[in-house]
Structures are given as C-alpha cells and as structure tokens.
C-alpha cells in the first residue's frame, strides 16, 4: 500500500519557534532486543535526522523512570520545584544517560523550561531539541522500546508525532535474549536451572503482547504508526528504508544505506539476522512454531 508523503516537517523548518506541541517527533518503540538501535543507527545517518538514546520517561517495574521520580513536584509551578526537578535529572538517578550525556547543558534546558508550558512534554521536547542540535539536525527523536505501552499518552502531547514499530522473529529475540552481552547481570542471566524456560515463557507472552498493541495502534492511529519488520529491514535495507523516509515525509538518503556495523549480542552468533537457526535449541524451535507459526509467518 502506497503511502500518502505527509509535508509535516516543512513548516516546522521554516519557524523554529513554532509551537513544539505541533511540531513533529519520531519514536522508535518495539520490544527489546528486536532491533531498535539498529533502526536508530539507520535513521541518524540522514543528514536531518537525530533519533536519542533513551530519556527513560517511564522505566517498567523499576522505580527510575522521570515520571516516577519527580511525580511529587508537579505541577512545577515554583523555583524551588524546578530546582529540585533539574538536580534530580543531574543527579544519575533516572534509569540511562540521557540527562547526564555532556551534550545535554541542563542549565540551558532549564531557562529553555521555565518560559515554557513547565509540563512533562515541554521537558521532554525541548531536551530532544538540543540533543538535535547538538549533532547538526533538525528533525529529531527517540529510541525507546517501552514506549511502545504507552503510544496514547505520547501522541496527546504530541498530535504530529510518527511511531516506528520494530517486530522481529521471537526466536531470535529468544536467543539473543539468553546470550545477551551488554547486560551480564540481568536478572534473565541469574543461573537457575530453569532460566531458559523462564526466558522462553517470558519472550512468548512479551511478543504476543507487541503483536496485541500493533493491532490496535494500526486501528486506532493509522497515519502516525508503521510497524517495520526486521527481517525486511535487514534483506531490504533500502526499499525498506525507503518507505520508511515515505511514512516521515522525508527524503530517503543513500547514506541510510549503510549503516554501522556493529558486533551481534550473541555470544557465538555473528550474523544478527538469521545466525540463532544453528545454535538455538530444538526443543524451543518446535515450541515457538507449536504456539506462534502462524504468527512468525505473517508479522516476521
């Protein structure tokens, strides 16, 4: 199906001090380890675009998230509520380095916040604004898988918003699961004899949930969400990429073409698309394609 090019960024690049709530912001979201950074690493190559790492606005089960963490000071309609929120963001508490990376100058953020609406969104864009900057570019964004559960709250913010849904197979996120490496104390690696189970289990119930919420956010949000299958991305790199730059009304770059390339997460596998074939257990293949073939078939 042919997607209408929507003109979003042009007035948006033409008065930098348009309303930010109107103006246009892209999200990478999809369950973890389904290729997120890699989407990231593809779309920053654009000589206009920068996707951010993690703000860690909402942070699952662990306490650490912006929201959680500074809940109590809104509304922030003092300086003493502003200070304490800033010296909590410089603080190292909030999940991730987004607040605390050297190309962030919380001081200019904080002038930036007090002229501002002082909510939530207002933080939040204006912080992806000067990250933008930062690197040269002037459409921006951010990568953050848990985003994915909470799509409604973002496009009240931001009405022009694009969403990017990443899906790869459940087997090799199972895998890549087991072997992850930048993680060696998560609490998936802690050894039990039943650990690989509770993984398998764990990444059954999580994909089948991303396969719920792309099902509704295709429904509900049909001009701002585009669910963008790994495996097309990785055989296809450039008509894929293509039609993704077609859904943000942007120019496809030839230089999208070529992304990074980095090392697998798996611990044996070097080939992030389809290497888990050799090493994944049977027992788990036949269980993924006993609960899920169909599935797998149609949306990986």
């Not at 979201?29 to 990231?40: A, D, E, Q, V």
């Not at 009405?159 to 895998?175: M, S, T």
């Not at 295709?218 to 008509?239: A, G, H, Q, T």
Request: net charge positive; glycine share 6%; hydrophobic share 35%.
């Amino acid at each position: 199906m042919k997607i209408e090019r929507l003109p979003i960024w042009g007035p948006f690049l033409l008065n930098p001090m348009n309303d930010f709530n109107l103006s246009p912001l892209i999200f990478v979201i999809g369950r973890p380890r389904s290729g997120t950074n890699f989407i990231r690493s593809i779309l920053n190559l654009h000589p206009m675009v920068w996707i951010s790492g993690e703000p860690g606005l909402w942070i699952k089960g662990r306490g650490k998230g912006l929201i959680d963490l500074t809940a109590h000071l809104v509304p922030f309609d003092s300086e003493y509520k502003i200070q304490q929120l800033f010296q909590i963001l410089g603080s190292g508490k909030i999940n991730g380095k987004f607040w605390t990376y050297k190309k962030l100058d919380l001081v200019q953020l904080r002038e930036a916040f007090e002229d501002s609406g002082r909510q939530y969104s207002d933080l939040h864009w204006l912080a992806l604004s000067q990250r933008g900057k930062a690197n040269q570019k002037t459409i921006f964004g951010e990568k953050t898988p848990h985003n994915l559960y909470h799509l409604e709250e973002l496009s009240a913010w931001y009405p022009n918003a694009k969403f990017l849904h990443i899906i790869r197979d459940p087997r090799a996120v199972f895998f890549s699961e087991i072997h992850r490496q930048d993680f060696p104390h998560h609490r998936l690696k802690k050894p039990n004899p039943f650990r690989d189970l509770g993984i398998f289990l764990y990444v059954l119930a999580d994909w089948n949930r991303n396969i719920r919420y792309h099902k509704k956010y295709l429904k509900d949000f049909p001009e701002s969400y585009l669910i963008v299958r790994y495996s097309e991305l990785y055989k296809n790199m450039k008509e894929t990429t293509k039609h993704i730059c077609s859904f943000l009304g942007i120019d496809y770059d030839a230089a999208m073409n070529d992304p990074p390339r980095r090392g697998s997460s798996f611990e044996k596998d070097h080939d992030p698309f389809d290497g888990w074939r050799k090493e994944i257990p049977w027992i788990y293949k036949f269980l993924f394609d006993l609960f899920l073939q169909r599935k797998i078939r149609k949306y990986s």
